[in-house]
């Protein structure tokens, strides 16, 4: 039985808990201000989910124990919020969520993180994505995600090149 399946709206308060306990990595590493408690409130989850981000969880015995979204912005496919619990990490759990969403993508994919959070730029890269070189990062930033600027300067962009070397 596959144990990826699409999040159900009566799971918000599951999704929050693997978010804001595995987000707890980033406290010291990213610029302290822009860590905030919780570092996703729940008001910040249902707008991403009213902008088109579509979690998938990984369910082991009944228990979520990861979630990855994936959010459509014009001609190209956004990872968004990919997050596993503390415990479960370095399990499989992430990548097997990054994998049925890469397979299931069918335009360009795109994730950003925080620059210092070198695990998972370390984590993209061991599942087939590659580092994309500033100035080009930036303006994608700007381009597909809404952040602040402060955000934009401390941030990276991955892309998942395509078997004949264009951006999947």
Do not use: K
Request: hydrophobic share 45%; net charge neutral.
């Amino acid at each position: 039985m596959n144990p990826i399946r699409p999040c159900r709206a009566d799971e918000e308060e599951a999704i929050l808990t693997i978010i804001n306990a595995a987000a707890e990595a980033y406290r010291g590493v990213i610029p302290a201000d822009r860590w905030h408690e919780p570092y996703m409130p729940a008001r910040e989850l249902r707008e991403e989910i009213a902008a088109g981000v579509a979690f998938s969880g990984y369910e082991h015995e009944g228990e979520l124990l990861g979630v990855m979204g994936i959010q459509p912005v014009r001609e190209v496919d956004l990872i968004r919020h990919a997050y596993v619990r503390p415990g479960r990490q370095r399990s499989g759990v992430g990548a097997a969520l990054l994998r049925h969403l890469r397979e299931n993508a069918q335009r360009p994919v795109l994730v950003g993180t925080w620059a210092d959070a070198a695990w998972a730029i370390a984590f993209y890269q061991r599942n087939g994505f590659v580092l994309v070189a500033q100035p080009r990062a930036a303006a994608l930033l700007r381009s597909y995600w809404n952040i602040p600027e402060r955000q934009i300067d401390t941030s990276v962009v991955l892309e998942l090149p395509c078997r004949d070397g264009v951006t999947r």
